[in-house]
């Protein structure tokens, strides 16, 4: 069975992306789709046995890949828990974002080369999480990287989304690097790269040295720190983040599947099934709090401010995965893959949502273009709720069990770690500031009136409408203050009020309704099982256990206060949406407009992007350049072929010269070469 769920997939990917052209759209999207609810119900299958079950899990070896000198690579699918977990979360997501891109791309004219990528991305991810070695886990990552890359790429007639698939292929190449040169000092140390191996092996090697650049520094910690560098580029970690708004430029649907369940968490499973190594690391672990805390902090920042629709969901996600990388951090690992399944409910949603509305909008994603959408397109205004409260953190819902736990999981281990204190404070934070920019999403999208309509004179959702403000507006969207998800009608012009927004087809709302029953029920049904009584039945081993039972424990112990923060968070975050958003519009625009500058600094992402362009960028180019004209083109081809063909031309056209046509000329050439070899050995005989 597990077999079929990995490889049902790839099988959709070889019929859709080979022979879609001759069996056409229809038959690739069903064939595509068919096979990827077969290998859900599968994944839902192995998980009630792995998981909920009395299976341990099991590792089936299907070929050797390699075997050179000591280096021996199965290919073998390792299932216990924390496969079963990301079986169900990638499999669910992406079988529904299937379905929901048969409706939302029913026009684009690709529609085969599309379902063939997204059973690409899903194969490539399978592959990754049923890993039991670090060159397979690898062969997945950089699989994702590349379906990634096809994803975010797809409209390549359009050169921003050229850019930002670009974009995300080199930065996401910066962490790969890392991650390589980890895995080179785990084999160099245990002389294995399988899983169980490798894990028999960490214990005797904690607190041993490595002679780094003239220093002796503990291998662990630095093999740890590698591997996490490759985690912060595929999650959009701090400092290795940028590509991930700009992906946006794909279709929504792979907004959804990329930001939900996939590629992004990749990082997130990678540290928990590594969790064994990270724990003897602590220098490590601490790292992966900081770093966990300062993106929960920072994207929640950018995401205040941000207007395109799309963009907003974006940062929410960026700072979702600091969440669990602080849960992992302070060693409460099943907390951090709790999040990640949680949250691949709601905010499959909230972009599946997004895309409803875009949808409705005639693929308008400017906010600021939208308002009083809950009239026309209601269930999708229900769905975006469910899933905005999921976010937030409401009593009850999938969020408020793995977010608050988190928080909880932080204050515990703060006793203890300034790392932690770092991580709870920052949480508690981005709690708040993750619920007002929800919730200003939708009041700005469902709420109000839309402009040019009911209200023309009205500014709620111009946040602000000074020209200066406008300015910097337009610049954050690369030039183009409207942004459009231009997904089947990439030259339809209806986008601006022409037509009244509609709501969706059937086939895109039902993902909404099963996913929104995910983001309700998730988190009560199964956090038993992830962080309660149920844990040690649950997970069976498949996480490191000492350290983190310990924070789990703790956790439930801490001042009430503590546990009541981020209700206390969620709920002012929302009263100051309604306010700003409902009860005085025109706030927001007088409140960008005191501080112009702090809202530019945050309308444009702290200036990351023209930072990394002013250290990196502009200096690769010139050093291009450089090489290009000055080495290769001046030296290389100067002194080289060119210069030696050259040379030959000029040789020739001297040769050419003499070429003139006339006997004279001919019979003078003649007599001065006699003239030449008499001399010669006149000159030669009188020595």
């Not at 979702?320 to 302070?330: N, R």
């Amino acid at each position: 069975m597990i077999q079929a769920i990995v490889f049902l997939p790839l099988l959709g990917f070889l019929i859709a992306g080979v022979f879609g052209r001759k069996i056409g759209p229809r038959p690739s999207e069903l064939v595509t789709t068919g096979l990827l609810f077969a290998s859900a119900a599968m994944s839902w299958i192995t998980f009630v046995d792995v998981a909920l079950g009395h299976n341990h899990g099991f590792t089936p070896v299907l070929a050797n890949w390699m075997t050179v000198g000591a280096l021996k690579v199965d290919w073998a699918l390792r299932v216990d828990t924390l496969t079963a977990v990301m079986l169900v979360v990638v499999t669910t997501v992406s079988s529904l974002v299937h379905l929901y891109s048969i409706g939302y791309m029913h026009e684009d004219p690709s529609r085969p080369r599309f379902f063939a990528y997204l059973s690409l991305f899903t194969f490539a991810m399978l592959t990754l999480v049923t890993a039991d070695n670090l060159v397979q886990m690898f062969f997945g990552w950089e699989g994702v990287g590349l379906a990634s890359y096809l994803l975010i790429g797809f409209w390549y007639e359009k050169p921003s989304a050229c850019a930002a698939a670009i974009k995300a292929f080199v930065v996401n190449r910066v962490g790969d690097f890392g991650f390589a040169l980890g895995i080179f000092l785990i084999f160099q140390l245990t002389q294995s790269l399988t899983f169980n191996e490798v894990f028999a092996a960490v214990p005797g090697l904690a607190g041993k040295p490595i002679h780094v650049f003239g220093l002796d520094v503990d291998a662990l910690t630095i093999a740890a720190f590698l591997l996490f560098i490759g985690a912060m580029g595929k999650s959009a970690q701090f400092f290795l983040h940028t590509w991930l708004p700009d992906a946006m430029e794909g279709p929504t649907p792979v907004s959804a599947l990329i930001h939900a369940a996939t590629m992004v968490t990749a990082g997130v499973f990678m540290v928990a099934r590594l969790s064994p190594i990270f724990e003897h690391a602590p220098a490590a672990l601490a790292f992966v709090t900081v770093i966990g805390a300062i993106t929960a902090f920072f994207a929640a920042t950018v995401g205040l401010v941000q207007n395109d629709i799309k963009r907003v969901i974006a940062y929410s996600t960026c700072s979702q995965l600091g969440y669990m990388f602080v849960a992992e951090g302070v060693g409460a690992y099943s907390l951090g893959v709790f999040h990640l399944f949680t949250h691949a409910f709601f905010k499959a949603l909230l972009f599946l949502g997004a895309g409803s509305v875009i949808h409705a909008m005639h693929h308008e994603q400017d906010m600021r273009n939208m308002g009083g959408l809950r009239k026309d397109i209601p269930f999708t205004f229900a769905m975006m709720t469910i899933g905005t409260l999921a976010l937030t953190g409401f009593p009850l819902t999938a969020g408020y069990f793995s977010k608050d736990g988190i928080i909880e999981a932080a204050f515990a281990a703060s006793g203890h770690s300034t790392a932690a204190m770092l991580g709870f404070v920052s949480t508690v934070v981005a709690a708040g500031l993750t619920s007002f920019y929800s919730w200003r999403l939708v009041f700005m999208t469902f709420f109000g009136h839309r402009a040019g309509h009911e209200a023309p004179h009205n500014h709620t959702h111009d946040e602000p409408t000074a020209a200066d403000l406008a300015h910097a507006a337009a610049l954050n969207d690369h030039g183009h203050a409207h942004a459009h998800d231009d997904h089947a009608h990439g030259h339809d012009d209806h986008g601006h009020g022409h037509h009244a927004p509609h709501e969706s087809p059937i086939v895109m709302l039902i993902p909404l309704a099963v996913l929104a029953v995910g983001a309700i029920g998730a988190g009560f049904i199964f956090e038993p099982y992830f962080a309660g009584h149920a844990y040690g039945e649950f997970w069976k081993g498949a996480l490191f256990t000492s350290e983190h039972n310990e924070v789990l424990h703790e956790m439930h112990n801490i001042p009430a206060w503590a546990g009541y923060s981020p209700t206390a968070m969620m709920v002012l975050g929302f009263l100051v949406a309604l306010y700003v958003y409902v009860l005085k519009p025109g706030t927001a625009q007088q409140l960008a407009g005191a501080f112009p500058r702090l809202y530019q600094f945050l309308l444009n992402k702290w200036y990351f992007d023209e930072l990394y362009d002013a250290i990196f960028v502009k200096p690769a180019f010139v050093i291009g350049r450089l090489f290009w004209k000055g080495g290769d083109g001046a030296i290389i081809d100067g002194l080289g072929p060119d210069g030696v063909a050259a040379r030959v031309a000029d040789g020739a056209k001297i040769a050419v010269r003499l070429q003139t046509g006339f006997i004279y000329n001919y019979a003078f050439a003649m007599l001065i070469g006699v003239a030449a070899i008499v001399t010669y050995f006149v000159a030669g005989g009188l020595r």
